[in-house]
């Protein structure tokens, strides 16, 4: 397709979404409402209407709107591309997704039955149990329930293995140049880009740049800068454009402003809908209970309850989570996710599309570590609607792609193979030493980078790290930061002779300063 054929293809994408949205009939409203008003005249009705829509800031949400589908669309294609083409091109990714969707399906079945636990009551809740839920529903940390029987249905090391195994049946790594590209546990052929590319990229992060997060490295005094930068952050809050927000994110968003920045950044406004939205899933998680609640307590008992940072946002975490499981516009975001949300079968009738139900309601199966990725928003939203919104945003844009098989380039698949090239490449003799004790740098860094680092840092450098994914749109910094952190230990690690004492060397990351780290592997390493 040309360019002219892709931006049309695009627009009429967006103007197709817009419509339907409440935003469109709030416009529409305002449109009508303007009418009589006197400034409005009948022989210039068009510009003069457009006129009071910007003016009034109508325009501006607008825009942001447009901004925030720009980021979720699906990439131009072929109009007569089937779908499943759209989710994921590369046919071996779309059949390993589909196996491990199977893994996961076939586990939670087996949990169901020999548990003896339906995956859900076909009756909704008892009126006592409802009461009782709704009367402890901000202090649902205290109640203790019995989950000794409930196990994760995986693991990120399991999801490792698969991706260790993946292949490309068409592809001969024979034809690859040096031996140095089977030194890594990830076999598949995708571009990643190297240093020199990603200096490009990200340019803003360049040595010689103010950075929020940083000390003393800059030519700019960190008082002066800050200052300076602060004023700039409120001046883009006020002013509400999503795209200025996230290019602001690049270099750091100061604390006061953060919450603020993220929401605007994604779009994410907590209007009355928002607020009705978030009760109206609340009221489904009192009326029912489903098999995957009890995978949600147990994993935020196994994690978030146990971390010095979140222990304390308990509470939240179950609120968040419970009501993530039931939200079916959530579902929309499989349009462009490799993943297809699992099915269940009511009445028994396996097989039969009639009866099939997607289980959980939101398609997304709940695994160990997931509490983690709503953990550190916390800190910044304590609105629990709001919350809810941020993160629903944050994993419909990037955390699905930690735990699903694509060929994205912010994909884990991707992300794991550019942090093996940067360390192969730039740290030859640390990953051939680790290689020969049985310790894959990928199998030390493969949990930090599926939870984009969320419960290893110290939560100030979390949140910087975050703030350039934002910056960014891409989880690419996570496989940055992750080779920049070996790259750091890089003088214990040569010393270590075993995969359990490499671990020790990198067990403790919470008094690292990210920015530091990313700036000097990026931009001091010799090319």
């Avoid at 310790?439 to 975050?466: C, E």
Wanted: glycine residues 4%; aromatic residues 10%.
């Amino acid at each position: 397709m040309d360019e002219g054929t892709e931006l049309s293809l695009s627009i009429a994408q967006i103007v197709q979404r817009l419509k339907g949205s409440h935003l469109h009939s709030q416009i529409e409203r305002q449109a009508k409402d303007c009418l009589h008003r006197p400034e409005i005249k009948l022989e210039s009705l068009k510009e003069d209407v457009r006129s009071y829509l910007k003016t009034s800031g109508w325009e501006k949400k607008l825009q942001n709107a447009v901004y925030r589908e720009l980021h979720l669309q699906l990439p131009p294609s072929h109009p007569t591309a089937p779908p499943e083409h759209l989710k994921e091109p590369l046919a071996y990714m779309r059949k390993a997704q589909a196996s491990w969707e199977k893994r996961i399906l076939k586990s939670l079945n087996s949990m169901s039955t020999e548990l003896g636990v339906p995956l859900a009551r076909q009756v909704g809740r008892p009126a006592a149990e409802q009461k009782e839920l709704t009367d402890k529903w901000n202090e649902m940390g205290t109640d203790e329930p019995d989950l000794s029987r409930f196990r994760p249905v995986y693991a990120p090391k399991d999801f490792l293995e698969v991706l260790i195994g993946l292949r490309n049946p068409n592809h001969d790594s024979r034809e690859e140049i040096g031996a140095r590209s089977h030194w890594g546990l990830i076999q598949v052929p995708l571009n990643v880009r190297d240093i020199p590319q990603l200096r490009q990229a990200y340019s803003e992060l360049n040595l010689n740049s103010g950075q929020l997060g940083i000390d003393d490295h800059a030519h700019v005094h960190p008082d002066l800068f800050e200052n300076d930068y602060v004023q700039t952050g409120q001046k883009v809050v006020v002013e509400q454009d999503s795209a200025a927000a996230q290019q602001y994110s690049r270099r750091g968003c100061p604390t006061g402003l953060r919450a603020d920045l993220w929401a605007l950044i994604l779009n994410s406004t907590n209007q009355q809908q928002d607020v009705m939205h978030y009760e109206q899933l609340k009221a489904g998680v009192i009326q029912h209970d489903l098999l995957v609640d009890n995978l949600i307590y147990k994993d935020v008992k196994l994690t978030a309850s146990n971390d010095d940072y979140y222990f304390v946002f308990e509470d939240f975490l179950y609120q968040v989570l419970l009501c993530f499981s039931r939200d079916t516009g959530v579902l929309e975001h499989f349009k462009y996710n490799s993943a297809t949300p699992p099915k269940s079968y009511l009445h028994g009738k396996v097989g039969d599309e009639d009866y099939a139900v997607v289980y959980p309601p939101n398609g997304v199966v709940p695994f160990h570590g997931f509490s983690m990725y709503v953990a550190p928003l916390c800190f910044l939203y304590n609105e629990p609607s709001k919350l809810y919104s941020v993160f629903r945003e944050m994993y419909i844009r990037y955390f699905f792609r930690l735990h699903s098989i694509s060929s994205s380039f912010s994909g884990i698949v991707s992300l794991c193979l550019q942090f093996e090239r940067l360390l192969q490449t730039h740290l030859p003799q640390l990953f051939y030493h680790l290689r020969q004790i049985g310790a894959q740098p990928l199998r030390i860094a493969f949990k930090w980078m599926v939870r984009a680092f969320s419960g290893y840092l110290s939560t100030d450098q979390l949140l910087l790290l975050w703030d350039r994914i934002l910056g960014y749109d891409s989880l690419e910094v996570v496989a940055v930061l992750a080779a920049a952190v070996f790259a750091f230990r890089a003088e214990n690690l040569m010393e270590v002779t075993s995969l359990a004492s490499a671990e020790a060397v990198l067990a403790d990351l919470s008094t690292l300063k990210v920015i530091p780290l990313i700036q000097i592997f990026l931009f001091a390493t010799a090319i």
